[in-house]
């Protein structure tokens, strides 16, 4: 039986760790899980029933019973709730702040690790988000945090919203941003940390081919 090998990818938001991870999963030819998608979709659902996203006791009246599903066409990850494709709609600028704040929810993050466990313990796969390496899979074969400055970061993301034609505003986002990585770093449980023994790649000024190389560096 082929050995299972898993990967995890840790850092800020922004930081290009999705970005490197799908890269890697092709390359490798080993499965993507964008857990960040996950709390997404979680965010989605609690905007949808008009629940704050920081009231831990209205998310408990639907987190155990979410109806949330990740699928795999034509290689590419698709998430769906209450079986309908979010994709597109979870990565609107209103969920990803949303998702920052339900993301600091243990309720929430112990029910989204859970199921992140479950796919991982059965094939190969490339993890990235805030807490992989420290919490989700602390066993993982391969551990690395990818990090930026957040001048950087909020450039590669105004960039990209306004490819998708959405009106932003720079300084709002780059304070967006910041308020994100406060919110990782100083939640309760399972923060946004470096694990002990994460390889720390700063990719504010390297190619992505670059990063790619350097992380394939480790695991050959």
């Not at 466990?117 to 066993?139: E, F």
């Not at 490819?163 to 304070?175: I, Q, Y």
């Not at 990782?184 to 946004?192: E, G, I, S, V």
Request: with cysteine; hydrophobic share 35%; aromatic share 8%.
């Amino acid at each position: 039986m082929e050995k299972l090998i898993t990967i995890a990818l840790d850092g800020p938001s922004g930081s290009g760790k999705s970005t490197i991870a799908k890269k890697l999963s092709n390359t490798l030819n080993i499965l993507y899980l964008d857990t960040g998608a996950m709390y997404r979709a979680t965010a989605l659902k609690a905007l949808k029933l008009g629940i704050d996203t920081f009231d831990e006791t209205g998310v408990n009246t639907f987190i155990n019973n979410i109806d949330l599903d990740i699928k795999y066409i034509d290689g590419a990850q698709h998430t769906y709730l209450d079986g309908e494709d979010v994709s597109d709609k979870i990565r609107e600028p209103q969920v990803s702040m949303a998702a920052s704040n339900i993301s600091s929810l243990k309720p929430v993050r112990l029910k989204m690790v859970d199921m992140q466990r479950k796919i991982a313990s059965g094939t190969s796969c490339v993890l990235d988000g805030r807490d992989i390496g420290s919490y989700v899979l602390p066993n993982a074969e391969y551990k690395f945090y990818i990090t930026a400055s957040v001048d950087v970061r909020a450039d590669r993301r105004f960039k990209e919203l306004k490819l998708k034609g959405h009106n932003v505003d720079f300084n709002a986002l780059k304070e967006e941003i910041e308020q994100r990585d406060y919110n990782d770093k100083n939640r309760d449980f399972a923060p946004l940390k470096k694990a002990d023994d994460a390889v720390e790649i700063d990719t504010s000024y390297m190619t992505i081919e670059q990063v790619i190389n350097k992380v394939l560096s480790y695991i050959k």
